[in-house]
């Protein structure tokens, strides 16, 4: 099970964390990612990671403002996310992978293995 934290309401320019932890099995040898799903649109890849941590992708609407990292002693993911905008909206969604995260940022939401529920975040102008 997958539960993702940390949303709330922030204002254009500011920072939020959220974190995914994993409980009932261990995901430290799966890839993990982000999506995120705004209102009346379709879910979609915000950024993955490796099992190690190594390796990190992002798609080009949030590259240089989120990271992505992970803890696996605490079975957890997190998504720092700098410099919000407006359409930074979203519901975020954690998920873990059985393909590496290269594949899972090409697959989309048709690569996810186990999804999480949603944390709100909200960024007003």
């Known amino acids: 099970q997958l539960q993702a934290s940390g949303g709330g309401l922030v204002q254009a320019g500011g920072s939020l964390r959220l974190s995914c932890e994993a409980s009932g099995r261990t995901f430290s040898r799966l890839a993990m990612s982000w999506f995120r799903q705004a209102p009346g649109k379709e879910r979609v890849f915000v950024a993955a990671i490796n099992w190690s941590g190594g390796s990190t992708y992002y798609s080009d609407s949030v590259g240089g403002r989120f990271t992505i990292s992970r803890d696996n002693a605490k079975n957890t993911v997190y998504l720092q996310m700098n410099s919000l905008k407006p359409e930074d909206t979203a519901v975020y969604f954690c998920?873990?992978?059985?393909?590496?995260?290269?594949?899972?940022?090409?697959?989309?939401?048709?690569?996810?293995?186990?999804w999480g529920k949603g944390t709100q975040v909200t960024v007003s102008s």
């Open positions: 998920a873990a992978h059985a393909v590496p995260p290269e594949a899972a940022q090409a697959m989309g939401i048709m690569g996810v293995e186990y």
